[in-house]
């Protein structure tokens, strides 16, 4: 039989004390060094909160637009769309491109020669256009016939496709003077629209489509235009983006407030009120003003419709008068300001610390305080810049800004991976919303409405916030 080592147990009651001791007295080191880390984990994250601003500034695809003249007849001057961005604020301009001398005949080459001059006039200078085409500006609606519209669009479609990185949209166009679709020869005129009407019409709108890449959107000149040949239900948020012709066929209003129904915009008011405000979440309004036509013109129903059918852009030559009056009236500023989305980071919180290869909690708000949020694909991006160094890092962020709707308030909330082979070193945080065709120009992402956050060389806005990684 084994004895009992001598002593043993003294030993344990020896130990059991000093175990007793301890917990009475203190921690030991290794257990307070323990405890510290607690603490420091517990402390390791900052948060900020972003000032906003009321300053009126660039944003691509938004706000006030600029159009001078048929983009037919004259080129693009890049001297002066550049003044357009930088004293105007405007990143927009209009080309109406008429196709007056090829309605029984091919686009020459010379015509689409100039076309894509204005597309890269348009690229050079910063800017994005909206597009239209039309054969008649004259209420003698002198258009073409349909297929001689679809023989155009073939033609039309490698440049459309070519410069879709800066066009804004399409408008429907081609039918009717102005390419509005009401005085035409072709497809039923002043009104008198028949079914097989209807069907040609329908066949120009699925060709534009059709030509344009998935990520560009069509507008159609009335509700009754979508509602006749796409249904009447609108467009709910489920199928936002998904590329069907519903989720791709916006609207726009080239007499807005002119009278009580917009000059023939509207047939009913009380249908297609509640349609239209349903449609535009997540698809484009925008247009032009006509003529004066107070108290509708005035500062209160401008502000209330544009922000209910979430306007996205407006044009600033036209009609002057209904400019003026907004001006007169004060709310110019809230509408310049207002068209389109306008995000605004509210605050923000970081981990001051984080490791290689592992995760960086990052929890943002932003508030979308804009009549409308994008329509177009964009894109949102964690930047870590090496504050050494100037290095840049790129981190994907789940989530569409396309959703950030008007009045809505957004949180962020998610980690991301640090690349294994990220250098030990400080690095400053900042958010990039940039235009995925266009990914590596600054004048074409998206500037927040904060004070202290936009930087124009790069693009990015800071989060003034850094964090330090081994």
């Not at 009754?224 to 066929?249: D, E, F, H, V």
Request: hydrophobic share 35%; charged share 15%; with cysteine.
């Amino acid at each position: 039989m084994k004895r009992p080592t001598p002593g043993r147990p003294l030993v344990k009651a020896l130990t059991l004390l000093a175990l007793v001791g301890t917990l009475l007295v203190g921690a030991s080191p290794a257990s307070a060094r323990l405890a510290d880390a607690r603490d420091e984990s517990a402390t390791s994250a900052a948060s900020v909160t972003y000032p906003q601003t009321t300053e009126n500034f660039a944003n691509p695809e938004r706000g006030l637009y600029r159009h001078q003249g048929d983009c037919d007849k004259s080129d693009f001057s890049a001297a002066t769309l550049q003044g357009y961005r930088v004293n105007d604020s405007v990143t927009l301009v209009m080309c109406v491109f008429y196709l007056a001398d090829f309605k029984n005949s091919a686009i020459s080459r010379t015509a689409l020669d100039r076309l894509q001059r204005q597309f890269d006039t348009v690229r050079a200078a910063g800017l994005k256009t909206i597009v239209r085409f039309a054969y008649t500006d004259s209420t003698d609606g002198a258009d073409a016939t349909k297929d001689r519209v679809l023989a155009h669009l073939d033609q039309l479609a490698p440049y459309l496709s070519a410069n879709s990185d800066v066009i804004h949209l399409v408008q429907a166009g081609f039918v009717g003077a102005w390419g509005e679709g009401y005085y035409t020869k072709n497809f039923g005129d002043a009104g008198s629209v028949t079914t097989a009407d209807w069907a040609n019409r329908k066949a120009v709108v699925d060709k534009t489509l059709g030509v344009l890449p998935s990520t560009r959107m069509v507008q159609l000149r009335t509700p009754k235009y979508k509602r006749t040949m796409y249904g009447t239900t609108a467009l709910p948020a489920s199928q936002a983006y998904n590329g069907s012709a519903a989720a791709r066929l916006g609207h726009h209003n080239d007499c807005f407030l002119a009278s009580p129904d917009d000059y023939g915009t509207y047939e009913n008011t009380a249908v297609e009120y509640p349609y239209l405000a349903a449609e535009t979440n997540h698809l484009p309004m925008g247009g032009e003003t006509c003529g004066v036509n107070t108290p509708r013109t005035s500062c209160p129903t401008a502000l209330s419709e544009l922000k209910m059918f979430h306007w996205s852009y407006l044009n600033t030559d036209y009609e002057p008068n209904v400019i003026n009056g907004w001006r007169s009236g004060g709310c110019l500023p809230e509408i310049t300001r207002g068209l389109g989305y306008r995000f605004a980071l509210q605050s923000g919180t970081y981990p001051t610390a984080a490791s290689r290869g592992g995760t960086l909690p990052v929890n943002i708000t932003v508030k979308n305080d804009g009549f409308a949020a994008p329509f177009n694909p964009r894109g949102l991006e964690l930047v870590l810049r090496d504050t050494a160094t100037s290095q840049v890092y790129r981190l994907a962020l789940s989530g569409d800004p396309r959703t950030w709707l008007a009045g809505t308030t957004t949180t962020i909330n998610q980690s991301v991976t640090l690349p294994s082979t990220l250098p030990a070193g400080t690095y400053g945080l900042l958010l990039n919303l940039p235009d995925p065709a266009l990914p590596g120009n600054p004048l074409y992402s998206i500037r927040l409405a904060n004070t202290g956050t936009w930087e124009a060389s790069t693009g990015y806005n800071n989060l003034l916030q850094t964090v330090t990684v081994s």
